[in-house]
């Protein structure tokens, strides 16, 4: 009896630890759309392809940069279609800018 119990008791954990991680990865990813949206909004007329250097990134872009945890999400959150009308340069040198740099090392090719 007693070792049915620990069983089911097993499983139990299991079954609740399992089901925490996809909830907890579909939290980051929407995190991360959330604030690529942002980029997207606030950024857009500094990171744009065809844009002219130099150039000061706007208050409500470098907030949404410094605020931002995870930059490298950012990145990975970007669409094809987002990547055709960006430059992925600029959008380094915004995050530089704004005082919160890319890492070195860090891929944002898209």
Known sequence: MASARA???F???VFVTVSFFPN???ASKSQAAIEKDEVMEHCKFN???GAHWPFEPS???CQVVTH???LLAICNAFTAADLAQ???QRWAAVTRSCGNAL???DNCAG
Do not use: F, P, Q
């Open 47 to 49: 990171i744009r392809k």
């Open 86 to 88: 960006i430059s992925l």
């Open 68 to 70: 931002s945890a995870n």
């Open 11 to 13: 499983y139990l954990v």
């Open 24 to 26: 907890h990865t579909w």
């Open 103 to 105: 890492h070195e090392g």
């Open 7 to 9: 069983v089911a008791m």
């Open 59 to 61: 208050r409500a872009c």
